[in-house]
């Protein structure tokens, strides 16, 4: 049974500071993974999409990579700012689609 | 891209009565729709998988007799919560199934319902 893991649960960092957001999972057999923000009562934002045969994608100030055979996948976010302050989610594709319980990421002013 | 209009945003009901939720996909034809809730602090949670013109597919746990799930055209899939009581008070949230249910597509989610049951 597929689990996706999101490390750290909550996160808290100076604005302007780079910070890696780590998802990991069971099984690599995956068709592809997302990463999604999610402001508090609100629904999903795609942030970007990572196909199985991809390593990487970069969206502006954000880059996510995955790595099938470790079952990892990081998003990296650069020069961060307050209006990132967000619930960040990773979620796999296989037969459906699975989260993780996401990191809440507090960007301080 | 696509967009999933999803109705209302936002509910409070009284315990005992239904609540109809919508979701649209609003500029493509979504053969599989999906629903989940979340619960505060807690990842969010497929309840069924809906096809157009078929019976829903419910997850483990969730009571089919309770979320009436139908998804009668390509473009609207609706979720009634029947006889809600105060624990279904949660974050229900749709999302279309990669365009025609395509494995490298990405999902297309709803805005979510904020549901309150008083």
């Known amino acids: 049974k597929q689990e996706v893991t999101q490390i750290p649960a909550a996160l808290s960092v100076p604005e302007g500071e780079n910070l890696v957001l780590n998802c990991s999972f069971t099984d690599s057999a995956i068709y592809n993974l997302q990463w999604f923000r999610q402001d508090p009562g609100k629904g999903l934002t795609s942030l970007l999409l990572i196909q199985s045969s991809q390593r990487e994608q970069t969206s502006g100030r954000l880059n996510a990579s995955l790595d099938k055979s470790s079952g990892r996948s990081t998003l990296y976010i650069a020069a961060s700012q307050p209006g990132d302050s967000a619930t960040y989610l990773c979620?796999?594709?296989?037969?459906?689609?699975?989260f993780g319980k996401g990191t809440r990421l507090h960007i301080l002013p | 891209g696509a967009v999933v209009s999803q109705h209302p945003s936002w509910v409070i009901c009284k315990s005992g009565t239904s609540v109809k939720i919508e979701c649209r996909s609003l500029?493509?034809?979504?053969?599989?729709m999906f629903w989940y809730r979340q619960f505060p602090k807690q990842s969010l949670m497929l309840m069924a998988t809906s096809n157009e013109g078929s019976k829903a597919t419910y997850e483990q746990g969730v009571e089919k007799d309770k979320f009436l799930i139908n998804h009668a055209s390509l473009t609207l899939s609706t979720l009634t919560v029947t006889s809600a009581h105060p624990e279904d008070s949660s974050f229900y949230i749709c999302s279309a199934g990669g365009l025609r249910g395509k494995a490298n597509y990405g999902y297309t989610f709803g805005s979510g319902t904020r549901l309150t049951v008083v």
């Open positions: 500029d493509f034809q979504a053969t599989t």
């Open positions: 979620a796999l594709r296989d037969d459906k689609i699975i």
